[in-house]
């Protein structure tokens, strides 16, 4: 796999946070020692190899049966004065003599030897390192402490002394040869880096494969925990398929490490989930911790990668591993649309990339055994891809979200996808992108708490109680934590209501971890027969709010929802929590059919229902960065139409002829312009007609509830400024006034001015205020108006 990876065997993979595989004997933990025991190995094979041949004849005597005439039940020449311990540097240069007897049976070395006179040198030199593992096991298993792991090296030691005597090779005999599952972990992380991250530029994309290679190098030379060790750490765990594993584990992948007479497997390629499940957490935890405590020890250019978008990888891995319906491990992943399994080398070869990735978020790590634990994050963003994606459309799954453009049919007016990959191809450099300042009028809501996460100061996880479960003291510390918060934002709660509900197993909770504390919360219940949750409780302490964690909860519960199908919420909003919600998607027009909620849900007094509808193509919690990036996209391609509109084309010649007339469309450059031909909106050609309509249009407009900031001109007090921004200004009064005076002749004069309200707004003040808003909520209006009298295309 090492190869493969792109990654030298051996090496530690993550710089000074990788860990070096331990020796056989090292009792099931990591051994600093361990690499320097491997190359005395190797270094004693070497020097034994290179000794004279009756030197080697004699060490391999020792191993040999007697090969006399007659009955003779010695199974190894034994030297009548043996070596002294350790042996003396005089004692390496004696002669070796064939005729001397053995103190055993009396019979000569070269009797124990005779079958080995004509066997090649390379046979010879195979042996001799046979006998040299030999050696070694006999070491590993007087030294091992522990019971299972001694009597696996026993039989290896007996397998290899067998091997000698017969002057076969070593076969493992088990009911079982590997691989042991199907998918491998390798092809697996293989399918996880295809189904997640496909959809990005290829410069992000050697970043995922860099992180995919540290990932299963570490796997590779992970030193297992013995199953006592297992037992004792996870007393209520089922060890018996674990101890299954580690015998294979130690068989076919530790051992071999060091006695290369054994056939050697990659960790990566012959196990699958079973093992990564069982591993997967306590290597997760001792990975990141060792990575954050040797964090000054790591090159420069690894740090970032490591300490920022590793943990995000993890993360996301995490919840793939564990989740019952992961397609990542289906064995037809992706076939039929490939011909076949992926080779892992498209995926997991690519050169090393330490440049940043446009999201990350932080480590989550949870237990496997508590209740409803599992990390948010879910599946691939599709905010930086080249296609959009088909908005509405369910995706199964087990398909893989980059395949859904295939079923996009192409609509008239697209722009070219060649157009796109080439303008993509100039803004996947981060440093070609102006950064947005978190308190810019322009950063979004949930920036600075997006940002949090990825550096890992605050950690997502959901939680709940459970009545089946030994209780985790982290997570019964979480709810306590959750309950406290809770009763203190929300003090019109009853208390015990708020701990019975924190306490309840068919309730969850998306709880805000920071500085190993909970500083927010929202706590639901899932309805899934019904299509439904029922927010209960939303709150973050008082002084961590204003800080985006409250929008940021809300995304991750949604791809939380999504990935468990549940794509509609309910929830009783108070006074104070309706702008709140609304802000998040929430609106009084409840999707969810009353008979699906009515006697399921709590109902508040005094406070309004409001549900939201989910899209399961949106990744919630990348949105604003995807929106980013499409309007980076939009203005490249402003730039682009820009540059070829300037073009100057010769003048129109064809008036000198005599021609009094042309089609606009034949004058060159117009279309490049964007010009188009003029709609099949209906002109009012009476006069009195016209003002009429306008004058019923405005009318409404006018009266419409968010009309209110523009009813009369902006006045230099209240706004200091506005008119050196805004060169011509307009307002529903002026308006009146032109009507009035008949200045309006064409429906075209009446938009214009319409419009040039709106687009003043948005131009002066910042999206997240209210008359931005009131903008865009009456523009929406006044358009469907204009639409309602005919006056333009429905």
């Known amino acids: 796999m090492a190869d493969s990876a792109g990654i030298q065997q051996g090496s530690p993979a993550i710089g000074a946070a990788g860990l070096v595989p331990a020796a056989p004997g090292a009792g099931g933990t990591e051994g600093s020692g361990a690499a320097g025991g491997s190359a005395r190995i190797v270094a004693k094979k070497a020097q034994l190899r290179s000794s004279p041949r009756p030197k080697k004849l004699e060490k391999l005597g020792i191993y040999s049966s007697c090969k006399a005439e007659g009955p003779c039940k010695c199974n190894g020449w034994k030297n009548q004065n043996p070596p002294p311990t350790p042996p003396q540097t005089d004692q390496q240069t004696n002669t070796v003599n064939l005729q001397e007897p053995c103190r055993s049976c009396s019979h000569t070395l070269g009797d124990h030897v005779s079958h080995l006179e004509n066997i090649s040198e390379e046979e010879m030199n195979r042996l001799l390192g046979v006998v040299l593992d030999v050696e070694y096991l006999y070491t590993c298993v007087h030294k091992e402490e522990d019971a299972d792991t001694k009597q696996v090296y026993f039989s290896l030691f007996k397998l290899l002394r067998k091997s000698i005597l017969q002057m076969g090779k070593p076969m493992l005999e088990a009911q079982e040869s590997p691989p042991f599952e199907k998918p491998s972990i390798e092809q697996g992380v293989n399918n996880f880096v295809q189904y997640k991250f496909s959809h990005l530029p290829s410069k992000e994309r050697q970043t995922i494969m860099e992180l995919a290679k540290m990932f299963l190098n570490q796997i590779n030379y992970w030193q297992l925990e013995t199953p006592s060790q297992r037992r004792q750490r996870a ?201 947005t300042s978190l308190l810019s009028a322009h950063s979004a809501r949930d920036e600075a708490a997006r940002l949090e996460e990825r550096r890992g100061v605050i950690e997502f996880h959901v939680i709940g109680n459970s009545l089946n479960q030994k209780p985790n003291k982290r997570i019964l510390m979480w709810l306590v934590g959750l309950q406290n918060v809770f009763s203190h934002q929300l003090p019109r709660m009853p208390k015990e209501y708020i701990t019975r509900l924190v306490f309840d197993p068919k309730h969850k909770t998306l709880s805000l971890i920071k500085d190993g504390r909970v500083i927010g919360g929202i706590c639901f219940r899932m309805f899934p027969s019904q299509g439904f949750t029922e927010i209960v409780f939303c709150a973050v302490t008082s002084n961590e709010q204003v800080k985006g964690y409250g929008t940021h909860l809300m995304n991750h519960l949604k791809e939380y929802h999504i990935k468990h199908e549940i794509l509609n919420f309910l929830t009783y909003a108070d006074e104070y929590a309706i702008g709140y919600f609304k802000k998040q998607g929430f609106s009084k027009d409840i999707k969810v059919p009353k008979s699906k909620y009515v006697g399921y849900i709590k109902d508040y007094e005094g406070a309004t229902l409001m549900g939201c509808e989910l899209n399961p193509s949106i990744p919630y919690t990348e949105f604003s960065v995807i929106i980013k990036k499409q309007k980076e996209i939009i203005k490249k391609l402003i730039e682009r139409k820009q540059a070829q509109i300037r073009k100057v084309y010769p003048g129109l010649s064809c008036f000198k002829d005599g021609v009094r007339q042309i089609p606009i469309e034949s004058i060159p450059g117009i279309r490049e312009t964007g010009w188009k031909p003029a709609g099949k909106g209906k ?72 419009q040039r309200i709106f687009t003043n707004c948005r131009e002066y003040n910042p999206p997240e205020s209210e008359y931005y808003k009131c903008a865009n909520l009456l523009e929406k209006f006044f358009y469907g108006k204009i639409k309602e009298a005919g006056l333009i295309e429905k």
């Open 235 to 435: 007393p209520n765990e089922e060890t018996a398929g674990y101890k299954v594993n580690y015998t294979r584990w130690l068989c076919y992948c530790n051992v071999p490490q060091f006695c290369d007479s054994l056939p050697r497997y990659e960790t990566t390629q012959i196990f699958g989930r079973t093992l990564l499940r069982s591993v997967f957490t306590i290597m997760r935890k001792q990975l990141l911790e060792q990575a954050r405590q040797e964090k000054d020890k790591l090159p420069p250019e690894k740090r970032t990668l490591i300490l920022t978008h590793f943990p995000k990888f993890l993360s996301m891995l995490e919840e793939e591993v564990y989740s019952h319906s992961s397609p990542i491990w289906s064995l037809e992943f992706l076939a039929g649309t490939t011909g076949g399994q992926i080779p892992v080398q498209t995926v997991i070869s690519a050169p090393p990339v330490t440049r940043s990735l446009y999201y990350s978020a932080s480590p989550i790590s949870v237990e496997p055994s508590t209740c409803g634990s599992v990390s948010p994050a879910r599946k691939p963003h599709p905010a930086l891809e080249s296609n959009p994606v088909v908005v509405g459309e369910k995706r199964k799954p087990s398909e893989p979200l980059h395949h859904e453009e295939n079923k996009r049919p192409r609509v008239m007016g697209d722009i070219p996808m060649d157009l796109i990959n080439e303008v993509m191809a100039t803004i996947t450099d981060p440093a070609t992108i102006p950064e």
């Open 683 to 754: 002109e009012l050609k009476d006069p009195d007609q016209l003002y009429s309509t306008l004058k019923s249009i405005l009318q409404h407009v006018k009266s419409h509830q968010n009309a209110w900031p523009f009813m009369e001109p902006v006045k230099k007090t209240e706004a200091p400024g506005y008119y050196q921004v805004i060169r011509f200004p307009m307002d529903l009064k002026t308006m009146s006034e032109r009507l009035k005076s008949r200045y309006y002749t064409t429906r075209k004069l009446f938009m214009a001015d319409m």
